[in-house]
């Protein structure tokens, strides 16, 4: 009885608790185009609230010689989807003044660790909102016909977009470990 019981709370906790982790496509979206968003947007969130509250040494902690900040790996995640926003929703290549402005937070290492800091984690999120911003103002313009239509001859929007979304998924566990890492 007492096994049955508990089994009963079981089922009913679990079926209570997965009914709120649904993917819904915001207004404004199409189907399929919502629910990447509703995905990139969950991340974002996700992300944005294991480092809302750095200081500036903590935004720029580097675990070892090898390592990048958080406020680089922020900076990164913003330059990617500046990066693929451009690509696909305006259907063309970084101007100079673009690939200036992106370039450094676009591939981490020596430049980005010795450049990319000194500001507080607030700069870097504001960053990756403008971005987001315009991402998903070009990606509510959009239908799922053009989602689903590739770019060349094998890759996709969505592919496109799904990588954004699982780089940005990468990287939100490489700043939980720099995170775990950074001395109390």
Do not use: C
């Amino acid at each position: 009885m007492k096994k049955q019981a508990l089994a009963a709370i079981f089922i009913v906790s679990f079926g209570f608790l997965s009914a709120q982790y649904k993917v819904e496509a915001p207004p404004g979206y199409t189907p399929k185009i919502g629910d990447m968003v509703y995905m990139l947007e969950d991340l974002k969130v996700r992300i944005t609230d294991m480092v809302k509250d750095l200081n500036n040494q903590q935004t720029d902690y580097l675990i070892d010689e090898e390592a990048n900040s958080i406020g680089a790996l922020i900076l990164h995640l913003a330059s990617t989807e500046a990066y693929y926003q451009i690509e696909t929703l305006e259907n063309r290549t970084f101007t100079q003044e673009e690939e200036e402005q992106w370039m450094l937070g676009a591939g981490l290492g020596i430049e980005s660790r010795e450049k990319i800091k000194g500001k507080p984690i607030g700069h870097y999120l504001s960053i990756w909102d403008e971005v987001r911003k315009k991402s998903l103002e070009g990606l509510k313009k959009r239908d799922d016909v053009w989602f689903a239509a590739l770019i060349d001859d094998e890759i996709s929007n969505h592919w496109v977009w799904y990588h954004v979304m699982e780089h940005q998924a990468a990287h939100m566990g490489q700043i939980s470990h720099v995170l775990q890492r950074i001395p109390k």
